[in-house]
């Protein structure tokens, strides 16, 4: 497995233990030259989007995947984690719908996690 879809699989079960919604893993590996995959996934208010924020970094520190960018935390509504490879985007449900990054991103693929293998 290559190192960007062990960091998306990675992420995406950070997000699930958590209790995190809608978990959308979008290869955008053929369309940007950003990462190789977004994973959006949203929370039901600050504190569940911060504790997602939190489990995510948790986790893939843990894993030796160094976080190289948080933007975002203070307020809740949109945290970015840039790991290079994968960019996770978590939101709050309002600001989920309004920023809308997956019809943004629609020319990318959307990849269910049991197939990063």
């Known amino acids: 497995m290559d ?5 998306a699989k990675l992420a995406y079960h950070a997000l699930d233990d958590k209790k995190g919604e809608d978990i959308k893993i979008i290869d955008i590996s053929g369309i940007s030259v950003l990462a190789d995959y977004f994973i959006i996934a949203n929370g039901t208010n600050q504190g569940q989007v911060q504790a997602l924020v939190d489990n ?4 893939m520190h843990r894993a030796g995947f160094p976080l190289k960018q948080r933007e975002g935390y203070g307020n809740g509504n949109w945290v970015l984690l840039d790991f290079g490879d994968i960019i996770v985007h978590v939101f709050d449900k309002e600001n989920r719908l309004f920023y809308d990054l997956e019809r943004i991103w629609r020319d990318g693929n959307t990849v269910e996690v049991e197939n990063l293998n």
Do not use: L, R, S
């Not at 190192?3 to 960091?7: D, G, P, S, V």
């Open 3 to 7: 190192q960007a879809k062990k960091m």
């Open 56 to 59: 995510v970094e948790e986790e």
